[in-house]
């Protein structure tokens, strides 16, 4: 009897939850179209990756726990910013990883800055970033960030 009454519970609660989502998620000013924030301070926001767009919850580090993650993790992965995740930006961010690909949770931001002369444009993939590094059309800058990355399905 107690496993039914567990069993009940949980699907209450799963469906507060799921009735919740909608007042639980708030659009942010200060953020751009594709990107919600979160009353505990995580967002949800598009990304390409591979030429695919995706949706991906994320939290920033503390500046003391980036660090430390950086640190530690050497398998950390890349999140391509056309500015700071926090500021609203013309152009999605782009992954370098997802779940079955090299995915770690854990993302340092990079900054990519185009050379004079270069029109700015987006990115689709982590290759076109190296590529367009290489031939000097843009500089990386990582940016000191770490943010704690889901991805949570294709976006639509």
Not at 46 to 75: G, P, R, T, W
Not at 99 to 108: E, H
Not at 123 to 133: L, V
Request: with cysteine; charged share 25%; glycine share 8%.
């Amino acid at each position: 009897m107690k496993k039914i009454g567990g069993i009940l519970t949980a699907l209450v609660l799963m469906f507060i939850i799921a009735c919740d989502k909608e007042s639980y998620l708030q659009e942010s000013s200060n953020l751009g179209s594709s990107q919600l924030t979160a009353r505990n301070g995580s967002m949800t926001m598009d990304v390409y990756y591979d030429d695919e767009i995706f949706a991906v919850n994320m939290f920033e580090l503390s500046d003391d726990a980036a660090e430390k993650a950086l640190e530690h993790n050497k398998n950390i992965g890349e999140i391509y910013t056309y500015c700071d995740l926090d500021e609203e930006c013309d152009w999605l961010p782009i992954i370098d990883s997802v779940p079955g690909d090299g995915y770690n949770p854990l993302w340092q931001e990079v900054e990519i800055e185009f050379a004079d002369g270069v029109d700015p444009y987006q990115f689709t993939s982590d290759t076109e970033i190296e590529e367009a590094a290489e031939n000097g059309e843009i500089t990386l800058t990582d940016s000191g960030e770490v943010y704690r990355c889901a991805v949570v399905g294709h976006s639509h």
